[in-house]
């Protein structure tokens, strides 16, 4: 089984600060691993996903993230924080193979503060 | 090109009645996934169809819950006597093949059952 654990519901930064958006995930299998964000009314869009070459992963807006296996973490970050970053951010695990289905965590909400 | 369209964006209706959600894929995706996403709640997975066929449907929480799909095109998921537990977004992510990571998700039909 899987499972992604995004500690937390909320976080808040000032503009112009370091975001950092912690995932863990649990999985009996090497994973796949993604982000996605969803502005309000709007559907998920893949910020960036890990599918076992480099393990710093560079995405869409200026984020990244780092696979650690021995962390089991797959944490987000962004330098710099920007109003229009302001969202809610999903982890997702999935098995390699056939059936590509997404296990998500719960979810955290960004804020950014003027 | 087009991405997932769903429909209806919003659907209202009263505990008992049955509802039909419509997913239209983006062409030529073969797989296609049900998601549903409850308030405060992350998403979780339904049903997986690979062509016309579902391989996985071990996310469907009852058996009030189908869905089917008309070749690789639009897939509907049908809840007959909803029950106000069935409030939520349900989200449609199609991808190129099952074992092709990226899904693309469409905006949600978001359904209220008073």
């Known amino acids: 089984a899987q499972s992604v654990t995004q500690l937390g519901s909320h976080v808040s930064v000032s503009e112009g600060a370091l975001v950092l958006l912690r995932c863990n995930y649990s999985s009996s299998v090497p994973p796949y691993l993604f982000w996605y964000v969803q502005y309000p009314n709007q559907g998920l869009q893949l910020l960036l996903k890990?599918?076992?070459?480099?393990?710093l992963v560079k995405g869409i807006n200026g984020f990244e993230a780092e696979f650690k296996k021995s962390e089991t973490s797959f944490h987000l970050t962004k330098p710099s924080a920007h109003m229009s970053d302001a969202a809610e951010y999903f982890c997702a695990v999935s098995r390699t193979g056939a059936n590509s289905k997404l296990t998500f965590g719960k979810g955290i909400t960004l804020s950014v503060r003027p | 090109g087009a991405g997932v369209s769903q429909s209806p964006s919003n659907k209202v209706t009263e505990k008992g009645k049955d509802v039909e959600l419509r997913c239209d894929p983006i062409s030529g995706h073969t797989a296609l996934y049900w998601y549903r996403q409850r308030l405060g709640q992350g998403l979780e997975f339904l049903i997986y169809f690979q062509g016309n066929s579902a391989p996985d449907k071990s996310g469907l929480p009852s058996d009030r819950f189908s869905a089917e799909r008309t070749g690789e095109s639009v897939s509907t998921l049908t809840i007959q006597r909803t029950q106000q537990e069935d409030s939520a977004v349900y989200l449609c992510?199609?991808?190129?093949?099952?074992?092709?990571?990226?899904?693309?998700f469409g905006p949600g039909t978001r359904l209220t059952v008073t």
């Open positions: 992510a199609s991808s190129l093949s099952g074992i092709t990571y990226e899904q693309y």
């Open positions: 890990y599918t076992s070459a480099a393990t």
